[in-house]
Each structure stands twice: as structure tokens, then as C-alpha cells.
């Protein structure tokens, strides 16, 4: 087997409009840029596969609290991403 084709690859989720606005508008677009590019990829993702509107704007508060509070990722510890007070 190549090596190449052996290495697991995600799909690229695009940046819906109303989550850059979201974080245009609550200040959090350089929070979420810090973020390595596989969560960044992931919470697009989780947020536009919601099917109801509701859903994904809950998903998308979690997100802008998460990149707020800094120190969690889907609720769970992430201590890179903690922030200095």
C-alpha cells in the first residue's frame, strides 16, 4: 500500500456566511483563527450539518462561548487554547 494513500483526509468545510458574521460581529474571528485548522474545519462542519435553525444557531453559541472562555474545544479541555488573564 503507498504510504500516500493510506493517510486519512477531511473534507474542507467552507465558512458559511453567518458564522463569519457572527464572528466579525461578537470579535471572535482572531480567537477562531488561532485555532488549529482541524477544529476550526470540525465546528464549521458540526455547526452546518445541524438540519434545524435552531440547532445550528446553538451550535454556533457554543462555539463563540467556547473561543470566548478559550481553554475548551466541544466542551472538552484544551489547554492550548487557554488564555491569559
Known amino acids: 500500500m503507498n504510504r500516500s494513500s493510506s493517510k486519512l483526509k477531511r473534507k474542507i468545510n467552507p465558512m458559511p456566511e453567518f458564522i463569519e458574521k457572527a464572528l466579525d460581529d461578537t470579535g471572535l474571528k482572531k480567537d477562531y483563527l488561532e485555532r488549529p485548522a482541524y477544529?476550526?474545519?470540525d465546528y464549521l462542519g458540526w455547526i452546518d450539518r445541524a438540519k434545524k435553525k435552531e440547532t445550528k444557531q446553538k451550535r454556533l453559541n457554543q462555539m463563540?462561548?467556547?473561543?470566548?472562555?478559550?481553554?475548551?474545544?466541544?466542551?472538552?479541555?484544551?489547554?492550548?487554547?487557554?488564555?491569559?488573564?
Open 39 to 41: 477544529q476550526r474545519n
Open 64 to 85: 463563540l462561548h467556547e473561543l470566548k472562555a478559550g481553554g475548551v474545544y466541544m466542551k472538552m479541555k484544551h489547554s492550548a487554547s487557554t488564555k491569559q488573564k
